[in-house]
C-alpha cells in the first residue's frame, strides 16, 4: 500500500495485491486545513453515485468503482496507470496540456445539458446539506465573515445557489480534480455531488485558471486565454442554456470564489505573497458590487491589473 497525494478531505492508498492494482479513497470525517472543518462521511456515497451517472454520459471521463463498503466510508476504483499527468501540475509548472481547458469545457457541458432538469436526478442528489457543509459554509459563509464589507454579496449569492436545483454539479471542479494526456481527460473527487447550480462548476474552474494567471503575472496570457477556451467548448456543448443570464451568474460567482481562495477555509496554498492576496482582494472589490455580465469583460479587467503589479 502507498499513500497518494490527494486534496484535504480524504485519505487515498494506493494498492498493489498480486497483479492487481487499485485506488482505495476514504472520507475523513476532519478535513486537512487549518481551521476546523467537518463534513458527513457519507459523501463517499455521493462521490460514487456521480462516478455511475457520468460514466453513463462520458464512459472515458471518470474512473470505474471497483467495490465499496458505503457504512465504512470507503469505496475502490480503478487506477489508471502512469500515463496520466495532474492538470494542476501542470498549470502550476506554466506549461500544460493544450487540449485540457476545450476538453474539460466539452466534458462539463455535456454532463449539465445531460442532467438538467433530470427529476430521478436531482432526487438522488439532494444533497444540499453536504454541498453546504463542504461549500457554501466554508466558502461563501466564512470568507462574509472576514471580508465583512462585502458580507452582502457573498451571502446573497450562497442563499442564491442553496435555492437553485437545475442540473447535476461536480462541486469540485478544479484542476486538481482533473487527471490528463494529450488524448483524454478523467474527472475525480466527486464527493461534493449536488443537484444546485451549474455555474458552480463553470465558476470554480475559472476561478483557479485566473488565479494561476495571478501565479504566472510575468507571463499570464496562457491561463488567461485558458479560461476563455474553457468558456467557449462548455458555452457550446450546453448549448442554449449557456444564455447572457447563466453567464451574468458565473461572472458574479467567480468574483465571490476568488475572494474565498484567499479568505475561505481552504485558500489556496501558492498565492502566499501579500501583494498577490490583496491584489486579489481589491480587484473583488472593484468589481462584486457591480460586476460586468460578460466574462470577456472581466478576464480583460483581471489582465490588465496584472500589468500593474
Not at 463534513?39 to 453515485?49: N, W
Not at 465573515?145 to 451571502?155: E, H, Q, S, T
Not at 470564489?257 to 480587484?283: D, N, T, W
Amino acid at each position: 500500500m502507498e499513500a497518494l497525494t490527494g486534496g484535504v478531505s480524504s485519505e487515498i492508498i494506493l494498492v498493489e495485491d498480486g497483479g492487481q492494482r487499485f485506488v482505495v479513497k476514504r472520507a475523513l470525517a476532519k478535513l486537512r486545513v487549518r481551521d476546523d472543518w467537518f463534513a458527513d462521511t457519507g459523501r463517499s456515497r455521493v462521490e460514487q453515485a456521480y462516478l455511475r451517472v457520468v460514466g453513463a454520459l462520458l464512459p472515458s471521463c471518470v474512473p470505474r468503482v471497483l467495490f465499496a463498503d458505503p457504512e465504512a466510508g470507503w469505496f475502490a476504483m480503478e487506477y489508471l496507470g502512469d500515463g496520466f499527468v495532474n492538470w494542476k501540475g501542470q498549470l502550476l509548472s506554466g506549461c500544460a496540456e493544450p487540449s485540457a481547458p476545450r476538453r474539460a469545457g466539452e466534458a462539463l457541458g455535456v454532463i449539465h445539458r445531460e442532467t438538467w432538469g433530470d427529476a430521478a436526478i436531482e432526487a438522488e442528489f439532494a444533497t444540499g446539506a453536504n454541498f453546504h457543509q463542504l461549500r457554501i459554509e466554508p466558502y461563501l459563509e466564512t470568507t462574509a465573515r472576514r471580508v465583512p464589507d462585502l458580507a452582502g454579496p457573498l451571502l446573497d449569492e450562497a442563499a442564491r445557489l442553496q435555492r437553485t436545483a437545475l442540473a447535476l454539479v461536480h462541486g469540485d471542479f478544479s484542476p486538481k480534480n482533473i487527471l490528463v494526456t494529450p488524448g483524454r481527460i478523467v474527472l475525480l473527487d466527486a464527493e461534493v455531488g449536488w443537484f444546485g447550480d451549474p455555474v458552480f462548476d463553470v465558476a470554480f474552474l475559472l476561478n483557479h485558471l485566473l488565479l494561476k494567471a495571478l501565479l504566472h503575472a510575468d507571463a499570464p496570457d496562457a491561463m488567461i486565454e485558458s479560461a476563455g477556451i474553457f468558456w467557449t467548448a462548455y458555452a457550446k456543448a450546453l448549448g442554449a442554456k449557456a444564455d447572457a443570464a447563466f453567464e451574468a451568474r458565473t461572472v458574479r460567482l467567480l468574483l465571490c470564489l476568488m475572494l474565498a481562495r484567499i479568505h475561505g477555509k481552504s485558500p489556496v496554498e501558492y498565492l502566499p505573497e501579500p501583494l498577490k492576496q490583496r491584489c486579489v482582494v481589491e480587484f473583488v472589490r472593484a468589481h462584486l458590487p457591480h460586476p460586468p455580465r460578460l466574462l470577456a469583460d472581466l478576464t480583460a479587467a483581471w489582465r490588465e491589473g496584472l500589468r500593474q503589479l
